[in-house]
């Protein structure tokens, strides 16, 4: 990419210095500007006070662990939604799914590629450049609210509500429930949920997919049933009316 790359703000929080200048090196040959962190309580520290555009998250931090980091902005009102890429040298899938369990938007196993690293970044700041573009047209058109059950996504306003309640959303699980709501009742597999959804392509682990479907059918309450597991195959949005399966 170059000079003429994007020019988010990215902070890299890790305590090894030489991942820091190496992802520093790379994100800045991208195009990106850069912030570091070498613990929990700095990258904290800057993620409050900079407004990072990005974060990569090393999960194990001295002092504030990143999970600790991670659940901190995701209870800030001003940084719940920030994206996060976590960083783990931990092998065991239950520490991977913590992460993206308290609302990071994606993870990388080290000892990571690095330019695995910035095609991450580059997806997830893809995605949020997309949400928030705004295109204000002389006439705009008006798109009616998707409906499924007792949800109602508004996609031009990016609320979603159960019952007439809204539903505060992530970014991903917004796209996620928006992208099975407009194939209402069709089946998506995971891999399909990945590309249109994540910007990847089919070799990324699929159980990030299945990490948050668990965490939007959880913030959907008793709505999140409209999500049906279609074993081997992926998930699909039950239509209006549709009886559940017994």
């Given at each position: ?11 890299i ?9 190496l ?42 662990s990143?999970?600790?980091v ?9 940084t ?10 931990r092998?065991a ?5 913590a992460g ?19 095609l ?14 705004v295109?204000v047209p002389?006439?705009?058109?008006v ?16 609320i ?14 917004f796209?996620?429930?928006?992208y ?9 597999s995971r891999?399909?949920?990945l ?9 990324v682990e ?5 990490t948050h479907?668990?965490?939007l059918?959880d913030?959907?309450g008793?709505a ?15 239509a ?7």
């Open positions: 990419m170059g000079a003429m790359g994007p020019s988010e703000l990215i902070l929080a890790d305590d090894e210095p030489d991942l820091r200048d992802l520093d090196f790379n994100l800045r040959q991208a195009g990106y500007r850069t912030l570091h962190a070498g613990s929990g309580s700095e990258a904290l520290r800057l993620a409050l006070a900079e407004r990072p555009d990005l974060l990569i998250l090393d999960l194990m931090l001295p002092d504030l990143g999970i600790d991670c659940r901190r902005l995701r209870s800030t009102p001003a719940q939604r920030m994206p996060i890429i976590m960083l783990t040298a092998a899938q239950s520490d991977r799914i993206l369990e308290l609302g990071a938007d994606d993870y990388v196993v080290k000892p990571a590629s690095i330019r695995e690293v910035v991450r970044v580059e997806a997830v700041l893809r995605r949020r450049r997309g949400a928030e573009v295109v002389a006439a705009p058109p798109r009616e609210p998707l409906r499924a059950g007792s949800i109602t996504i508004d996609v031009e306003a990016h979603v509500r159960v019952d007439g309640r809204e539903v505060p959303l992530a970014l991903l699980e796209r996620l429930l928006q099975l709501a407009e194939g209402r009742g069709a089946v998506r891999e399909e949920l590309q249109h959804v994540w910007g990847y392509s089919s070799e699929t159980r990030t997919v299945d479907i668990k965490r059918r913030k959907l008793a999140g049933d409209l999500i049906e597991t279609v074993r081997g195959v992926g998930y699909r949005l039950r209006d009316g549709e009886p559940v399966d017994s």
